[in-house]
């Protein structure tokens, strides 16, 4: 069994054959997987994924993209900037391409706890899913949500729950036809079936919340 608290585990086709498997028991996560075949995540480092988490954050996704692409923009020919990069970029210039002063602050914080040694992407293969957790929180503006979505698109671990995800809760209430929001606890006795792939479960979820799902 994969324990999602697996040491240097990260999802792989064979993995995401065995969770499908799993997660087809489930009768209403059953029609969804058939309408959207499997998922695919993309390998990404951790410091670009991170600037892009922190850009996201309170946006909608068109907004949001529009300005990530414009702050890349700043460091051609480079695809993304370093750390370094960021910390020697002037605040007017963070201004032109649409990053407010907070997320300015958030995205020099970051950058500085790379270079000191406070983030240690090296260690993620050792660590649990919570101690990455507690590890990125030291981060200005990284919070629980944003430490959950590393752990799923950044470093593909198999067994993450974002209960704080509004997504995730809407895709809850429809898929269980709860009348109102589900508490964190109720999702997670919920999703216990689910364990050890929660994570592809949850990008289920995001595909019913994101479309016309009636079950």
Known sequence: M???RGLNFQMNPKHIKTALLHLKKDKGLRSVIKK?????FTKREAFPAL???IIYQQLSGK????????????????????PEDVLKTRATKFASVGISRQKREYLKDLSRKFLDGTILPKQFPKMTD????????RVKGIGVWT??????????????????DLGIQ??????FGLKKMPTPQKMERLAESWRPHRTIASWYLWRITDTDWDG
């Not at 993209?65 to 695809?79: D, E, N, S, V």
């Not at 919570?130 to 929180?137: F, Q, V």
Request: charged share 25%.
């Open 130 to 137: 919570e101690e990455i957790r507690e590890h990125l929180i």
């Open 147 to 164: 430490a959950d979505m590393f752990l799923m698109f950044t470093l593909h671990r198999p067994d993450v729950l974002p209960t704080g």
């Open 51 to 53: 600037v892009s988490a």
């Open 36 to 40: 959207h075949g499997a998922p695919v």
């Open 63 to 82: 907004a949001a993209g529009t300005i990530h692409r414009r702050f890349l923009a700043l460091y051609k020919p480079k695809k993304h900037p370093k």
């Open 2 to 4: 994969f324990s999602g």
């Open 170 to 175: 809407k895709g809850f209430q429809k898929l």
